[in-house]
Nanobody, 118 residues
Framework: VQLQASGGGLVQAGGSLRLSCAASGRTLSDYDMGWFRRAPGKGREFVARITSNGDETNYTDSVKGRFTISRDHAENTVYLQMNSLKPEDTAVYYC????????????WGQGTQVTVSS
């Protein structure tokens, strides 16, 4: 599986962006998917995850109520809808995949830059 993240950009505080993570090589149907981010000078941070069948999602506290992760099996794509963006959301965002029975995310896409201006 290869992952391609897109949708980042520059937005003002309070604005919205939708990130996409498109997969190629095989279907994502048996993979849990996650979004992570790395802010300048900080370590990688978990943002959100969705199970392989889409029946469960989890978010880090700082994005709850503002971000929504979803997936479209027909499009073999995972999305991260980001609303009410804050300057502290500025980071490089990465999508990742792991087998539903796996422990670690072991397939990573390249990052997409999200910059939120105040």
């Amino acid at each position: 599986v290869q992952l391609q993240a897109s949708g980042g950009g520059l937005v003002q505080a309070g604005g919205s962006l939708r990130l996409s993570c498109a997969a190629s090589g095989r279907t994502l149907s048996d993979y849990d998917m996650g979004w992570f981010r790395r802010a300048p000078g900080k370590g990688r941070e978990f943002v959100a995850r969705i199970t392989s069948n889409g029946d469960e999602t989890n978010y880090t506290d700082s994005v709850k109520g503002r971000f929504t992760i979803s997936r479209d099996h027909a499009e073999n794509t995972v999305y991260l809808q980001m609303n009410s963006l804050k300057p502290e959301d500025t980071a490089v965002y990465y999508c990742a995949a792991k087998r539903y029975y796996g422990i670690q995310y072991d397939i990573w896409g390249q990052g997409t830059q999200v910059t939120v201006s105040s």
